[in-house]
C-alpha cells in the first residue's frame, strides 16, 4: 500500500492551502481516509477522517471550521482544504488509510509520507 501526500509549502498566516494525498488501495472508494500532523518536538495528532462514503467528517477541535476533508474517489484522492491557517499549523502533514472498508473511520493502518506546511506569522 502505498499514499502520497503533497501540496505543502510556506504560507503566511491567514493564507490557504490545498493538501492531496493518491492512495493506491483499491478499491479507494472502499477506504476511510485520515489526516494527521506532526509539529516539532510534538507528538503525531489526528487532524481529520472522513469515512468511505464521504458522508461523515470529524476534525480536531483545533481545525474545526478551517479544514475541510472531502475525497474524489474518481481520482483515489484525499484532500485537505486549510484555510485561515495560523503559524501553530505548522507541521509535518500525514495522510493516513483505514483498512477496515466500507465503514467509519477507526483509525489509520497505512501511512503516506508527509508533506511540509509552514505557516509564518
Known amino acids: 500500500v502505498q499514499l502520497q501526500a503533497y501540496g505543502g509549502g510556506l504560507m503566511q498566516a491567514g493564507g490557504s492551502l490545498r493538501l492531496s494525498c493518491t492512495a493506491s488501495?483499491?478499491?479507494?472508494?472502499?477506504?476511510?481516509m485520515g489526516w494527521f500532523r506532526q509539529a516539532p518536538g510534538k507528538e503525531r495528532e489526528f487532524v481529520a477522517s472522513?469515512?468511505?462514503?464521504?458522508?461523515?467528517?470529524y476534525y480536531a477541535d483545533s481545525v474545526k471550521g478551517r479544514f475541510t476533508i472531502s475525497r474524489d474517489d474518481a481520482k483515489n484522492t484525499a484532500y485537505l482544504q486549510m484555510n485561515s491557517l495560523k503559524p501553530e499549523d505548522t507541521a509535518v502533514y500525514y495522510c493516513a488509510a483505514d483498512k477496515d472498508v466500507v465503514g467509519p473511520w477507526a483509525g489509520p493502518d497505512y501511512w503516506g509520507q508527509g508533506t511540509l506546511v509552514t505557516v509564518s506569522s
Open positions: 488501495v483499491r478499491p479507494f472508494s472502499n477506504y476511510p
Open positions: 472522513i469515512d468511505w462514503s464521504g458522508d461523515k467528517t
